[in-house]
Structure formats: C-alpha cells, structure tokens
T-cell receptor, first 108, second 112 residues
Framework: GIQVEQSPPDLILQEGANSTLRCNFS?????LQWFHQNPWGQLINLFY???GTKQNGRLSATTVATERYSLLYISSSQTTDSGVYFC??????????FGQGTTLQVKP | DSGVTQTPKHLITATGQRVTLRCSPR?????VYWYQQSLDQGLQFLIQ???????AKGNILERFSAQQFPDLHSELNLSSLELGDSALYFC???????????FGPGTRLTVL
C-alpha cells in the first residue's frame, strides 16, 4: 500500500515564527488533504490539494504530485496553531491513508 | 463545527460487550467514512459507504460492521470488544467519493 511519511515529527516554535511541514508519499495519488487535530481532538480539514498551490490566511500548501511530496507552510504562528498536523492521501476511492503527523507546539 | 455529528461522545464498556456508534453526515453529503485513531496504530481507515452502498474497506476487523441507512446516517457496530479496541472513532463525510472529508468530533471508546 501507499506509505506516507511526515517530517519533522515534532516542532517547537516561538509565536510569530514561520514553519514548513513536509509530507512524502510512495506512489501516485489523486487525493491529498491536510488536517489539523487541535488539543481537544477535533480534526479540521485545512486543504484539499492533490496538486498545485493553495492559500488560506496564514496557511498555504503546495503539492508536487510528480515528485510525490506536499508542503504545508504556517506563517506568523500563533499559540492556537498548536496541535498535530496530518497529511492524508488516497487514490481512486475516498479511503485516506494518514501519515503519523507532525506535533507542533507554539510558545507565547 | 464541521456539520458532522457523532453520538455518543464517550463510551465506557467491558470486554466482550457490543456497542453501536452513530454518525450523521453533513447535509448533502452522500459518502460516510469511519476511521479509528489509537496511540499505536495512528489514524486508520475502516470503511466507506456511498449512498447506502459499501464503497471501500480498510483493515476492519470481522467483529466490526457498519451500514448506511436511507436517510444517510451511518452506524458502526463493534462486538466482542477487547481491550485493544479502546480508541477514538471518527466519522467523516464528503459530497462524493474522493473530495474534501469533514470529520465529526469522534466517539472515545474505553473498554475495561
């Protein structure tokens, strides 16, 4: 099956800093989504981005499908950005395969 | 609020018992997905239904079963529960079969 690797596994930032999270996947996909799991456990969809670049406020994402990776950029981080960021991929069905996540802690 | 509802929020039960988790998708969404999140396995896909029909299956145990009803709500049935079934169970929904998935708040199952 498709393997999904996220890096780094853990990240600690000061408020206001920028960061880049990476997601590598082992095979071609036509579905890629980024999620944020907040400290209360809620999974929030950030981007549906099987290819190209999207931006939403301080967050942006880029997927280079031909090279099998995606990047999530967080600018001017805030304490509310803390939590776990998951990349999930799929092919031909709605089944999503999740990476192990990047745990982000933003300190005030 | 994603628009996906799950009940109950918490469930504590004993080994060998059977429980039913319920999910109502967002209005207009035809696909429902079930995922299990545990510390050792991470987030794992269990099963997908689309407009009442099973569409995709993951590593779902034989002790687990699901269905989607005509009103599009879904239920996940877990039987002969074991300690290792303790986890957070998420339901998600989407319009079709391969687009943005919206997750419910989850049901935290504890098997004692």
């Amino acid at each position: 099956g498709i393997q999904v690797e996220q890096s780094p596994p853990d990240l600690i930032l000061q408020e206001g800093a920028n960061s880049t999270l990476r997601c590598n996947f082992s095979d071609s996909v036509n579905n890629l989504q980024w999620f944020h799991q907040n400290p209360w456990g809620q999974l929030i969809n950030l981007f549906y981005i099987p290819s190209g670049t999207k931006q939403n406020g301080r967050l942006s994402a880029t997927t280079v499908a031909t090279e099998r990776y995606s990047l999530l950029y967080i600018s001017s981080s805030q304490t509310t950005d803390s939590g776990v960021y998951f990349c999930a991929v799929g092919r031909n069905t709605g089944k999503l395969i999740f990476g192990q996540g990047t745990t982000l802690q933003v300190k005030p | 609020d994603s628009g996906v509802t799950q009940t109950p929020k918490h469930l504590i039960t004993a080994t060998g018992q059977r429980v039913t988790l319920r999910c109502s998708p967002r209005s207009g969404d035809l696909s429902v997905y079930w995922y299990q999140q545990s510390l050792d396995q991470g987030l794992q896909f269990l099963i997908q239904y689309y407009n009442g029909e099973e569409r995709a299956k993951g590593n779902i145990l034989e002790r687990f079963s699901a269905q989607q009803f005509p009103d599009l709500h879904s239920e996940l049935n877990l039987s002969s529960l074991e300690l290792g079934d303790s986890a957070l169970y998420f339901c998600a929904s989407s319009v079709g079969g391969g687009d943005t998935q919206y997750f419910g708040p989850g049901t935290r199952l504890t098997v004692l």
